[in-house]
């Protein structure tokens, strides 16, 4: 069983910084998959990053490259997602997601089996 704990986020201005932070905790050793996904009522779900506990190898989708920046403390067992130059169209609903295993490279939201509890994320204009 993985625990992963959500904090961070928030309503912010257009052009802001946030700071989402994912603590996991649960099989100790080995290495996990760690997502970000963003939800935004009505719509799919979208991929944010991801990133593996163990290489430390990230991987951004297309929507937040270049803004968006996974990194991890591992003393603490936390993964950040920090969001830089923020726009409305940020604004979703913030999901940290794992799975215990590498990280494919044709992995989809369906492929993680543990979920935290979600954080918003407002971006006024």
Known sequence: QVTLVQSGGGSVQAGATLRLSCTHSGYPGWGKCMG?????????????????????????????????????????????????GLEPEDTAMYYCAAYVGFCRSSVTDNDFIYWGQGTQVTVSS
């Open 36 to 84: 970000w996904f963003r939800q935004v009522p009505g719509k799919e779900r979208e991929g944010v990053a991801r990133f593996h506990t163990h290489d430390a190898i990230p991987y951004y989708y297309d929507v937040v490259k270049g803004r968006f920046t996974v990194s991890q403390d591992k003393s603490n067992n936390t993964l950040f997602l920090q969001m830089n």
